[in-house]
C-alpha cells in the first residue's frame, strides 16, 4: 500500500478497522517521520502533529501538510507560515528546511514508491558454488583446541 497520504487510508487496512485506530496510527508515522523528533527544533520529542499551513488558512490535513512537532514549537508557531515562522528561530538552517520541503513535497515517498525494494538481507545458498565449497571452508578451531579469533 505504501505510504498513507490521509487517516482515511488506513481505515481499512487489517491492523485498523475502526476511526479512531486509523487516526492514530497515521498520525504515529508522521510523528515518527523525523526519528521521533520535532521537524523544527529537533531536540525535543514530537508529541504533536503541526498543520504546516494552517487549517484556519485552508491548510489540509493530509500526509504533506503535516510535520511532526514539539509541543512548544506548535505553539509558538500558531497559524503563521511555517517558513516565515522557521525562519526567524535561533535553530534554524538551511538543512532542516530543505528536509521540511522534501517532506511535503512528498520527494523522499515517491522515490521510495518507484524504486525496487532494497533487500539488504544476506541470501542463503542452497547449492554447492563452483568458486568455493565446503572442502575449502576454513577449520573454526585450531588444532589446540582454542577457537580463531
Known sequence: MGIANDWSDLLFDLDCLSKQSAKRKFKKQIKYGFGGLCAYCRCNRATTVDH?????RGG?????????ACRSCN?????????VWFQRQEF???????????????KRFIEEELDEPINHRAKIRTTESEIRGVSYEPPSVREDGLALA
Do not use: F
Not at 504546516?52 to 484556519?56: D, E, F, V
Not at 489540509?60 to 511532526?68: C, E, H
Open 52 to 56: 504546516l499551513k494552517p487549517k484556519s
Open 60 to 68: 489540509s490535513s493530509l500526509r504533506s501538510n503535516l510535520i511532526p
Open 75 to 83: 505553539t509558538d508557531k500558531g497559524s503563521e507560515s511555517w517558513l
Open 92 to 106: 534554524y538552517n538551511t538543512v532542516a528546511q530543505e528536509l521540511i520541503e522534501e517532506w511535503i513535497s512528498n
